[in-house]
Nanobody, 121 residues
């Protein structure tokens, strides 16, 4: 069993930055791809970014390309999402996901509880 715990969310002004962290415990963290998703009020959950097991392959949603950076530190069992140039439309609950067979597959077996990111205009 894998447990994922997000942290780092908060309130930030437009143009600001935040770094989210996802700490994993349980099964081997480094064997699987991981990802970030978000869900805004009244909207469906959407893909944000994904990273393969060693960080060598990364994918981003078009809406965050050039502003967000996903990374991972397998020695610390932690994945990160650096978010720059934040916009009000980035406001959402951000979820960490793990246990995927590939960074290109949406077959995540484990999910965190989410962390709120609010961007004020």
């Amino acid at each position: 069993q894998v447990q994922l715990v997000e942290s780092g969310g908060g309130l930030v002004q437009a143009g600001g930055s935040l770094r989210l962290s996802c700490a994993a415990s349980g099964r081997t963290f480094s064997s699987y791809a991981m990802g970030w998703f978000r869900q805004a009020p009244g909207k469906e959950r959407e893909f944000v970014a994904a990273i393969n097991w060693n960080g060598g392959m990364i994918d981003y949603a078009d809406s965050v390309k050039g502003r967000f950076t996903v990374s991972r530190d397998n020695a610390k069992n932690t994945m990160y999402l650096r978010m720059n140039s934040l916009k009000p439309e980035d406001t959402a609950v951000y979820y960490c996901a793990g246990g995927s067979t590939s960074y290109l597959n949406n077959d995540y077996a484990y999910w965190g509880q989410g962390t709120q990111v609010t961007v004020s205009s």
